[in-house]
Structure formats: C-alpha cells, structure tokens
C-alpha cells in the first residue's frame, strides 16, 4: 500500500513549485542563487547520492523537500538552519516545521521520557529524537529519504564534521584568514544586493567583526541593534562601538509588562510552534524588539538580518583530556558532554546509561562515518546538537517577524579554514581576537584598552579559556562546580540575588516574581532554564 504525502510549510519562508519546496539561499558555482533557483537545480534529482553530490557544492543556508511518486527525500544544510520536522504512518507520511500541526495530525503519542531530561538539562533533544516518539526531526548535513511503498526511513550526510590532521603555518595565518574573510563577506553583500544589512550587536567580538567587515566593505545601508530584555551590559557596549566605527544603533524599551503580555497571547503559541519546540527550546528574546523596530520603519521589510553565529570557535572549550586520544571512550565522552552542556536545571536527575547510547547515535559511532579520534566525537556532537539546535535555532526570530537572513561567519570557506588553524590557536582565538581588535583601532580610531572590552557577561568565559591549560584549571573547575550546587548558594541567591535578578530582566515578566522563586531550585540559567519546564508543561502536558 503507497504512502501518501501530506506536507505543510511556512508560507513566505518556503518556496514551492509542483512537488519540490525549498526554504534559503546559497552560492553555487560562484553564483547566488534563491530558493527559486535552487528548485530548479534540484528538482530533476532522483536519489540521495545525486542529492548529496550537488548538496556539498552549495555554500548557504536552505533546506529542501523533494516528494516524489515513490519516495520523498528531505535536507539541510551543513548546520540545519531550517528544522523540518516528519512522521510516517502505514498510510500517510507528515513533514512539516509547524508543531502544532503535525500534533494534531497524529494525535496522541507516547513522550520520551529521555527527551524530557534531555530538554530541561540542555535545552534541545538530540539525534532525530524528539520529545515524542512518533515525530523525528532533520539533522545538519543530512539527507532522508522516506520509501513510500515500504514506509522505510533511510538516513544519509551530505556533511560530516571532521578533524583536519593538516595545519597551516601559524606565520601566515592571520593573511589567510583575512582573505577568506573578505571573500565571505563579498558574497554576503553580493547577497543582499543593496538591501538594508541589519546585525544584532551585542558586546562580544563576533557580532563586532561582522559590523567591523561592513563598515570596511563600504556597504552603506546598514543598521545595528541591541536587545535589552535581559538586562545585561550588552546593549551599553554595543552602542559605543557602533558610535565609533560610524554605524547607526537601535534598540527597543521592553518591559516586564510586554513580556507578560507576549507571553499570555496567542502569538507566544505561534511563534514556539513554528520554532520547532519539539526538537529544541525555541529563542523567544528578539521577537518583540523586532516587531517594535519594523513597526517604527528603522529596519525596512526587505532586510537581512545578519547574526554572529560563527564556525570559528570550534575547539574553544574542547576539554584538553580528550587531546590525543584516538581510542574513544564514549562514558567519558558523555561525561564531559554533561560538564558542558547539560548545565540547566541541575536538579533533575540524567540516565547517564541512555544518554550514552543517544550520544553514540550523534556522532554515528561504529558508522562509516566514526569519529577518528575523541576531539573530533566531541566537536563533532556540540557542532551538530548544541550550535545547530540551540544557536543557529535562534534565527527562528527572524523567520516569525518575515525577515531574511544570512551567516556570514559560518561561510563554508571560513568552515574549511578553521579546521586548519593550529590548536593553540583556536583553543584560545588569540589570533582572531587580536585581528578584531587591530581592526577596531583602525576603524574605530580607539585606544588599545577600548578595542579589547567586551562584554561583562562573557568575563567568565575569558578567565576559564586563560586557566584551561594550567594545573589549576581542574582545582577551580571544581571548587567552582561545587559552589554553583550547593546549598548554601542557593540559599543566598533565593534570599537576597532573586529580587534584583527579577527586576533586571523584562523576559521573567512571563511569571511573577513569588512564581520565580517557587520555581527557583539554584539554577544558573534561571530565565532558560524555567522556560524550558513551562515549555513541557504548557504544551505538553495539558
């Protein structure tokens, strides 16, 4: 018996001729290319092998459904920009990237009980796994085909993320990147073509770099903008570099009263459905910032939205045990994947067991596509799960308010250049932080104190990059774990930090301050941490 199709996606972000749907836009062969065009390259293509072959061409941001006669096929690129979500029964195959949909389509469905844990402690499911058990979701660099005379669910990569064992030389380096750089940044304008380039800014050195490039570039019809719902230092710091590279910065006033009232409408439900909160904890914080900014006409309806997600960090917190090990130790590997990641909602329990076996399927352990050595199983598990899923997910923003957007800094030239850059120097980004602040001085005329400020949020980070490496890094890794779960923390934090912890940040205005502290149980993500339990329990368990 055939399989029917029964496929729904997002109207003004897909594109769609006949039985072919594409969402995105990508170089190829040196040309751009929207999803228009992209239909028109692969629409003719008949199975995984073609699709693949003409997929590790491109270098962009898509996501494509082909539904043939007999089977359908379904993509993304290397970092799964656009999640497509799908299901097979004996009679219908489901794809969407619209939760509330398919849920209703399927009706009741067990929940994964792993997937949960999974979710309150990193913020995401990972692998194909969603929070239920009848819904799979598309993983970066993958290609699936869906037989539709048998139901049978093949799962092919396109991409794989590997190690390189070549390095470049560390005296030529800085030349080579910024060559690569300035071609990435060519095909972002080439890109936009005239249209405003808008970039959030916040106060670290990503999002400056990829301002820093515009100004130099000479593209004019640019705009910054902060948002300050969370109440950090960001949006000071921002606005100063703007001011000194000569770019013009935005923000928006928000309130506990707007998130209150975000969180309580219907356009909350919407917006988590159609950010795959199945698959991950959707990103509700630029949502309303701009909608206020297109309301108020600073960013025009054509813009692109530049973010700084960016390739260039792999190796930056990759723990220095697992250098040189080319036996892997998957207990281990979970083990320093929990460390890292799994750090909201430190109260509920993990089945380390189970979770080993999901971390085995991420990085398709025993495959032909094993990891060669732990460095890269462990690189290979943050690219694919946590930037995919929770970083680049951010984007959905974008998506919900209808703008277009592009990534700049996960340009596939710059990808392929990271992975040989020496290990020093990406463990630390001495030589890419050193470009940005050289360029900073340069365009900004400041001081060599002034280009190196970054953000007060990111300081933690910094001091632990600058110990990782020495003999006390295990010690204050330790003591400061220790710290971050005890009691006595919590006790401090709940009596005298909740109250101002509240009041600076407008997004807690989805609860009130006695539900904040009901809610507390000595988290260190606290906003992320509630949201990914209200998540479960607003959508799933009612």
């Given at each position: 018996m055939k399989i029917e199709s029964k496929i729904k996606l997002s109207e003004g972000v897909w594109s769609e001729s006949g039985s072919v749907f594409v969402r995105g836009h990508t170089y190829y062969e040196q040309e751009y290319v929207d999803s228009a065009g992209i239909i028109k390259y692969i629409q003719d293509v008949e199975s995984a092998e073609e699709l693949s072959s003409l997929l590790e061409e491109f270098n962009g941001f898509y996501s494509v459904v082909i539904d043939h006669d007999d089977k359908t096929m379904v993509a993304s690129d290397r970092m799964r920009t656009g999640p497509v979500l799908y299901s097979t029964t004996d009679e219908q195959l489901l794809i969407t990237d619209d939760c509330g949909w398919i849920l209703s389509e399927i009706g009741k469905q067990n929940r994964s009980a792993l997937s949960e844990v999974e979710y309150e402690r990193c913020r995401l499911v990972t692998g194909s796994n969603t929070l239920y058990e009848g819904i799979s979701q598309l993983q970066s660099g993958e290609v699936v085909v869906i037989n539709k005379s048998t139901g049978e669910v093949s799962h092919h990569q396109h991409h794989v993320h590997t190690t390189s064992s070549e390095e470049y030389d560390g005296e030529d380096i800085e030349q080579k990147f910024e060559t690569k750089l300035e071609r990435a940044f060519d095909r972002l304008t080439r890109a936009a073509a005239g249209r405003q380039i808008v970039v959030p800014l916040s106060g670290g050195y990503d999002s400056r770099l990829i301002a820093l490039m515009l100004k130099k570039s000479g593209y004019e019809n640019v705009l910054t903008y902060s948002d300050k719902s969370s109440g950090s230092g960001d949006a000071d710091l921002a606005e100063e570099v703007a001011d000194n590279i000569g770019l013009p910065w935005t923000t928006v006033e928000l309130t506990h009263s707007d998130w209150h009232s975000f969180y309580n409408s219907e356009k909350w439900c919407e917006y988590f459905e159609r950010a795959s909160y199945l698959g991950s904890l959707p990103q509700p914080t630029h949502v309303l910032t701009l909608e206020k900014l297109l309301d108020r006409g600073e960013i025009s309806q054509d813009a692109i939205i530049v973010p700084g997600h960016s390739a260039l960090d792999t190796?930056?917190?990759?723990?220095?045990?697992?250098?040189?090990?080319?036996?892997?130790?998957?207990?281990?590997?979970?083990?320093?994947?929990?460390?890292?990641?799994?750090?909201?909602?430190?109260?509920?329990?993990?089945?380390?067991?189970?979770?080993?076996?999901?971390?085995?399927?991420?990085?398709?352990?025993?495959?032909?596509?094993?990891?060669?050595?732990?460095?890269?199983?462990?690189?290979?598990?943050?690219?694919?799960?946590?930037?995919?899923?929770?970083?680049?997910?951010?984007?959905?923003?974008?998506?919900?308010?209808?703008?277009?957007?592009?990534?700049?800094?996960?340009?596939?030239?710059?990808?392929?250049?990271?992975?040989?850059?020496?290990?020093?120097?990406?463990?630390?980004?001495?030589?890419?932080?050193?470009?940005?602040?050289?360029?900073?001085?340069?365009?900004?005329?400041?001081?060599?104190?002034?280009?190196?400020?970054?953000?007060?949020?990111?300081?933690?980070?910094?001091?632990?990059?600058?110990?990782?490496?020495?003999?006390?890094?295990?010690?204050?890794?330790?003591?400061?774990?220790?710290?971050?779960?005890?009691?006595?923390?919590?006790?401090?934090?709940?009596?005298?930090?909740?109250?101002?912890?509240?009041?600076?940040?407008?997004?807690?205005?989805?609860?009130?301050?006695?539900?904040?502290?009901?809610?507390?149980?000595?988290?260190?993500?606290?906003?992320?941490?509630?949201?990914?339990?209200?998540?479960?329990?607003?959508?799933?368990?009612?």
């Open positions: 190796m930056k917190a990759t723990p220095p045990k697992l250098e040189g090990q080319t036996e892997l130790n998957l207990g281990e590997l979970t083990d320093q994947i929990i460390s890292q990641h799994f750090k909201y909602n430190t109260h509920v329990q993990i089945p380390e067991n189970q979770l080993s076996d999901r971390v085995s399927d991420s990085i398709q352990e025993n495959t032909s596509n094993s990891p060669t050595s732990s460095v890269e199983a462990f690189e290979r598990w943050r690219l694919k799960e946590r930037r995919t899923k929770l970083i680049v997910n951010g984007n959905r923003a974008f998506d919900f308010v209808g703008l277009n957007w592009w990534i700049p800094l996960e340009d596939k030239e710059l990808y392929e250049f990271w992975k040989m850059v020496p290990m020093e120097e990406k463990r630390h980004r001495s030589f890419y932080e050193d470009y940005i602040e050289e360029l900073y001085r340069e365009i900004g005329n400041v001081d060599k104190e002034e280009s190196s400020q970054i953000s007060d949020d990111n300081y933690k980070a910094i001091i632990a990059d600058l110990i990782r490496d020495y003999p006390i890094w295990p010690f204050a890794k330790r003591m400061y774990g220790r710290w971050t779960k005890s009691k006595a923390r919590h006790k401090y934090v709940k009596k005298f930090k909740l109250y101002d912890i509240y009041q600076k940040d407008a997004r807690f205005g989805i609860i009130s301050e006695e539900e904040l502290k009901a809610s507390y149980n000595g988290q260190n993500y606290i906003f992320y941490s509630i949201l990914a339990e209200d998540t479960l329990d607003k959508f799933l368990f009612n």
